[in-house]
């Protein structure tokens, strides 16, 4: 696997930490970039948002086998809870994770819970992008996305966005679009 960060985010994420980004059928890309590049450099651990649901248990086993604290909550189920236990981790020095667009979709759309989270803790957004030469592609809402054996993978991660502590619709409108072209443009379709 192969790490692009043009902007030098991972370099700067020993002084503070940041909320990374990553589309729900790329899941598996964010927790290998965190184990192999962002907690070496960085030495920060991470804490990720998963759904509530009993989908979410078999999630928080693979989390943890990538020494990932999982935090569990949605914007269905338990998401203020979440936020809150998010930002208390944060206080600790933990990175935050999020899928943008989980847990279930629609697919590559912004949802509310990640500028919720960038706007209560006043952590940079850290978008993720990953592309895989080879991979198998599952029949399910995300379509989601699994490396083959021996694939080229390459990891980019994109320029921080930062969210404003106080929001109007348009701006949140604003932000949102703004965060979904930032995605879009590292993760191709």
Request: glycine share 8%.
């Amino acid at each position: 696997m192969r790490f692009s960060d043009p902007h030098g985010v991972i370099k700067t994420s020993r002084d503070k930490p940041f909320i990374l980004c990553v589309w729900h059928n790329r899941l598996i890309f964010g927790m290998y970039a965190y184990s192999n590049n962002i907690k070496p450099i960085s030495g920060r651990r991470l804490a990720a948002m998963v759904s509530a649901s009993k989908d979410g248990a078999f999630l928080v086993e693979a989390l943890k086998a990538f020494d990932i604290d999982p935090v569990r909550g949605s914007t269905s189920r338990r998401g203020r809870q979440a936020l809150l236990e998010l930002s208390r981790k944060m206080k600790s020095g933990m990175h935050l994770g999020i899928t943008p667009d989980g847990p279930r979709g629609p697919i590559y759309e912004i949802q509310d819970g990640i500028l919720a989270l960038a706007q209560v803790t006043g952590l940079p957004i850290i978008p993720l992008g990953a592309s895989v030469s080879r991979k198998y592609q599952f029949n399910s809402w995300d379509q989601f996305q699994l490396p083959m054996p021996f694939a080229r993978c390459e990891v980019v991660y994109g320029p921080p966005l930062q969210v404003p502590r106080e929001l109007d619709d348009e701006k949140r409108a604003s932000i949102r679009e703004e965060l979904k072209s930032r995605m879009n443009a590292i993760n191709p379709l």
